[in-house]
């Protein structure tokens, strides 16, 4: 099968999400622009070093003076049309669930994030898990590598990007809530607390 590069250059939504109740849920990274939608799918972990790390490079470029807001809509002709978009954009408020169908166009191994000082844009990449990945091996891969794995990258504006940050931070945390113990995730009966000798803690 050839390899697939989904490119994204400020997509309507670009938010992390997940499927499923607290303790199974899975984690995705979901594109939409128009009637396109791509998701991949990743752990738990991976989201929230993605929101950590967001966060962190949209603060240093605020400290190094860089305007970070998001321009207004000029005119009310522009603004009308963008409420009536099909399809809400991504917001630091958006809580609404992930854009149906929900396929999951592959597994993300590895991802980078990158700033693009010419064009003042975040960069987002998630490379399809491969062998490479799971061993912990460092791969650099072009975009003309036919065999590569598959990819999926999103440019957006720095407010976006604060926007995605907030709500995969969000997605992140609510989850299961921590053992007061032990702080390993508690089930809805509760769990084995091991800092309690193996007794049961019920929340």
């Avoid at 898990?129 to 590569?148: F, H, K, N, S, Y």
Wanted: contains cysteine; aromatic residues 4%.
């Amino acid at each position: 099968m050839p390899r697939r590069i989904f490119s994204f250059d400020e997509p309507e939504r670009f938010v992390a999400g997940t499927v499923g109740q607290p303790g199974a849920r899975a984690f995705f990274l979901q594109a939409r622009d128009g009637r396109r939608i791509v998701s991949v799918g990743l752990e738990k972990a991976q989201v929230a070093v993605l929101a950590e790390r967001m966060a962190a490079l949209l603060d240093e470029l605020g400290r190094h003076g860089l305007d970070l807001g998001e321009p207004e809509p000029e005119g009310a002709e522009d603004t009308e049309r963008l409420e009536v978009r099909e399809g809400a954009a991504a917001t630091a408020d958006d809580v609404t669930p992930l854009d149906q169908p929900l396929r999951e166009a592959f597994r993300a191994g590895a991802l980078t994030l990158t700033w693009d000082g010419d064009r003042q844009r975040i960069i987002v990449e998630a490379r399809e898990l491969t062998e490479a990945d799971e061993a912990g091996e460092p791969v650099e891969i072009d975009d003309d590598d036919e065999d590569g794995p598959d990819l999926i990258r999103v440019v957006m504006r720095p407010g976006a990007a604060r926007d995605f940050a907030a709500r995969a931070a969000a997605v992140v945390n609510a989850g299961r809530p921590p053992c007061p113990f032990c702080g390993q995730p508690l089930d809805p009966t509760g769990h084995l607390c091991p800092r309690r000798n193996g007794a049961g803690y019920l929340n």
